[in-house]
C-alpha cells in the first residue's frame, strides 16, 4: 500500500489552530494566487483552469473550464458557491468552510475576475452555523485587506460577496433549487432545459455555480501554475481530491489524497488514512462516492479513485464520501435507511419521485422488521424501473433533477450484492442482525 | 405607531441584510433565522413583518418557510437537539443513541419536554459523520456521541454550563457582517463594460495575426 507524498493542495493549513485567520493566511501565502490572477488577463486566468482539467467536486465532476466557457455574455452575471453539503457521509466542504475560509474567499475572487461577473453568493447549509460565521468573518476581514470590494489590490476590478445562510433541505444543494432556494422561495429543482444555469441562472440572468472544494483549488493552482497541478493524477483526473471516509473503519475523516494514483484499498486500509477495519471484521461492500452511488464489494478495492475509473466500473466519485460497511452490517438496514434519506428529501415534485420513494422505503422497512414476501424484490425493481428506466448506470431519468433516478442505486446494488440475505429476511421472518431500531 | 414585533435591533439587522440582495426576496431565509433567534420559533406576527421587509405575502413567507427543516412553524424548546440517524451514524450506533435520547428525556422523537427545554428530532445527514453518531444543539455540534456523552450534555445543557457552546436559537446569532455592499452598481457595469470591450480588441487582434499566418 502506497499513498503517494503529493502536496496537500486544499488543506495545506489544517494543521494550524487558527487556520481560519486572516493573519494566518497572510503568513501561508493567501492572497497570492489572487495577486497572481489580477496581474494577468481574464481570459489567460480561465485558460490556466482551463488546463488543469479541474473536474467539479460537487458531485457532477463536470469540468469548471468548460462550465465557464458557457457563461453566457451579459451585462450582469453571477457566480454562486454550493456549500450546502447535505448528501449523506459527505463532510469535507464542512472542513474546508470551517478551518480555510480564506482559501474559499480567495478562489471565489479569483473565479469572478476570470468571469468578469458581478457579484458572488456563498450558499451555505444553514446548519454550519460556525462555517457561516468563519465565513462572514472571513468576507468581513478580505474587505479590510482589499482582497474583495472595490479596486481589488488596485487593478481596477470590483466585486461583492454575500454569503447567504439555507435552512435545512437537502435538495437546495441541487444547482437549480439552490438558486431558487437564494431568490427566497421553496427549494424546487427547474425543469430543464435549460441545462446549465450558465444560460439562465440567479434571476434569470447567466450564472455559474460551482462547489466549495472546486474554487478552494484556484489559489494554488494561479500560484503554483497549471503544470504542477496537471503532474498529480492521471488522465481527466488531475490534481488531488478530498475524501470523506465514515462508516467502519478506524479513522473517519477527511483525507486528501492524489487522484488516481490512489486506490480505495489504500484509502481504507493505509495506517496514515482510514487504517483498516476495527474489531478484526472483514470488508463487506463500501459506497463510493454519496448515497445516491451503486455500491461497490470487496473484489473492487483495488479501483483507482479516478473519475472515469469508478465511473467504468458502474458508480462514481461523486460527492467524494466513502462508506465502508463491515461483515456486521444488515444491508437490507442500510438500503432502507438510504431510501428513507431520498423519502424525506424528496421535493415533491415529480411523482415517481414523490411516490416512489416512499413505497420503496416501506417496502424495505417490512423485510426488514421480518414482514417482508417473496415477491417484494421484484416490487421494489418495479418501482425502482418507473425512477430510472432499466436501473442502468448511468440512471435514466424519469423526473426534473437526478434525486429521483438515484434512489434505485443503493436498492439495485444491495439485491443484486445481496439477494441471499434479502431472502433471509423473507424467508426466517427476522433481521438475521436482531431487530433494527425503529426510526 | 403600533410597535412591531420584531425589536428595534433585530428590524435594523433584517433592513442590513435585504439591502445585501438584488432583489429582497432573497432576504427571506436569513430573516426567519433572525426572527428565530428572537422568538425561538417562527410566529405569525413575525412572518407577517418579515413578508413586508421582503414584499410578498405572510402567506407566501409561511409557504416558504415550511419547505426548510431548520424553519420551526410550531414553538419549539429551548434547545432543539437534532440527532443524525443517516447512513454512517447509523452504522455507528445513532438509533441505539436516539432510542436513549428518548428515555432520557422522556419524550418521543418530534415532541417537546414538559418543561419547554429540550425539543428531540432525528436529522438527515450533518456531514460531520467522521464523528459519528453526532448530534446538534441549536445547531453547534457534538461528534462521537455516547449515551452517557448524551447525558451529560443534557445536564450541562440545564446546569448552563454549555452557555458558550451553545448560544440561544438563530444560526446567524454569532454571524455579523460588518457593513454592507461596498461596490455600487455604476463602477461594476463601467469596469466590466471597459474590460469587456479591451478583450474583444485582444480577440480581434489574435484573430488578425492568426489570418495574417494563415495567408502566408
Ligand atoms: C440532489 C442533488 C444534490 C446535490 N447536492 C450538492 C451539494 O450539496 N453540494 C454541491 O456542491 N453540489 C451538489 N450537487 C451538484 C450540483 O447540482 C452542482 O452540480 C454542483 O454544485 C456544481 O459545482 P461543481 O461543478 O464545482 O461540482 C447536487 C446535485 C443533486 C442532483
Ligand atoms: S426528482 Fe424528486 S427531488 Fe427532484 S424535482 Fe422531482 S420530486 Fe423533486
Ligand atoms: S451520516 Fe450522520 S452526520 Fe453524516
Known sequence: MTVTDAPKIVTSRLGYDDSHTLERYLATGGYEGLRKALSMTPEDVAKEVDAVSLLGRGGAGFPAGRKWSMLRKAPTSYLVVNGDESEPATFKDHLLIERDPHQLVEGVVIACYALQVTTAFIYIRGEFALGLERVTAAVNDAYGHGAIGRDIFGSGFSIDIVVHPGAGAYICGEETALLESLEGKRGFPRIKPPYFPAAIGLYGEPTVVNNVETLSNLPWVLSNGSAAFTALGEGRSTGTRLFALAGHVKNPGVYEVEMVKTTFRDLIYAPVLGGGIPGGRELKAFIPGGASAPWFGPDQVELPLGQDEVGAAGSMLGSGSVVVMDDSTCVVRAAWRITRFFWRESCGQCTPCREGSGWLEKILRRIEDGEGRESDLELLMDISDNLAPGVSWPPQQTTICVLGSSIPSSIASAIRMFRDEFLLHIKDGSCPQGPAPHG | ?216
Open chain 2, 1 to 216: 405607531m403600533t410597535q412591531s414585533h420584531l425589536a428595534p435591533e433585530v428590524m435594523a439587522r433584517a433592513r442590513d441584510i435585504v439591502a445585501l440582495y438584488p432583489h429582497p426576496r432573497s432576504a427571506l431565509i436569513p430573516l426567519c433565522h433572525l426572527a428565530q433567534e428572537q422568538d425561538g420559533w417562527l410566529r405569525p406576527e413575525a412572518m407577517a413583518e418579515i413578508a413586508e421587509l421582503v414584499g410578498i405575502t405572510p402567506a407566501e413567507v409561511l409557504g416558504t418557510a415550511s419547505f426548510y427543516d431548520m424553519l420551526h412553524t410550531e414553538e419549539v424548546g429551548t434547545y432543539v437537539v437534532t440527532l443524525c440517524t443517516n447512513i454512517a451514524c447509523m452504522l455507528r450506533g445513532a438509533y441505539e443513541l436516539l432510542h436513549h435520547a428518548e428515555e432520557s428525556l422522556g419524550i418521543r422523537t418530534g415532541s417537546t419536554t414538559a418543561d419547554g427545554v429540550f425539543t428531540l428530532e432525528d436529522a438527515e445527514c450533518l456531514a460531520d459523520c467522521g464523528r459519528a453518531p453526532c448530534l446538534q444543539v441549536n445547531h453547534r455540534f457534538f461528534g462521537d456521541v455516547s449515551p452517557e456523552g448524551f447525558d451529560k450534555i443534557v445536564d450541562d445543557l440545564r446546569a448552563g454550563r454549555l452557555a458558550d457552546e451553545v448560544p440561544h436559537h438563530g444560526t446567524l446569532v454569532r454571524t455579523e457582517r460588518d457593513g454592507g455592499l461596498r461596490v455600487e452598481a455604476e463602477t461594476i457595469t463601467a469596469e466590466r463594460r471597459a474590460t469587456a470591450a479591451a478583450m474583444a480588441e485582444r480577440a480581434a487582434t489574435a484573430a488578425a495575426a492568426s489570418e495574417a499566418k494563415a495567408n502566408g
